[in-house]
């Protein structure tokens, strides 16, 4: 079964960092493009950052440029989302997702596999 689980999140102050990673079981990343989404209590799901397979081409929502930045590790099967300077707007689940390959870039739309989530939380 394939199956993405994210980890890392929890409750930071305003200004601090988290480092979250998102780990396949059952199937290996390096086919795939990743992203990373988030959902606010009471907003639609949206997307965070994405990243192609060969890491080459990377995307950001822009009110996360220059704050959080996407990496993956394909040795160890591992996509990370840095997040620096969070700001109580950051706060939601965040999901990362798996979708096919597209002609070396990537974006917010087309993933087939979701993990389940993980609460990150900033507020003093």
């Known amino acids: 079964q394939l199956q993405l689980v994210e980890s890392g999140g929890g409750l930071v102050q305003p200004g601090g960092s988290l480092r979250l990673s998102c780990a396949a079981a059952g199937f290996t990343l390096d086919y795939y493009v990743i992203g990373w989404f988030r959902q606010a209590p009471g907003k639609e799901r949206e997307g965070v950052s994405c990243i192609s397979r060969n890491s080459g081409y990377t995307n950001y929502a822009d009110s996360v440029k220059g704050r959080f930045t996407i990496s993956r590790d394909n040795a160890k099967n591992t996509v990370y989302l840095q997040m620096n300077s969070l700001k109580p707007e950051d706060t939601g689940i965040y999901y990362c997702?798996?979708?096919?390959?597209?002609?070396?870039?990537?974006?917010?739309?087309?993933?087939?596999?979701w993990g389940q989530g993980t609460q990150v939380t900033v507020s003093s």
């Open positions: 997702a798996a979708a096919p390959p597209v002609f070396g870039r990537c974006m917010f739309a087309g993933y087939q596999y």
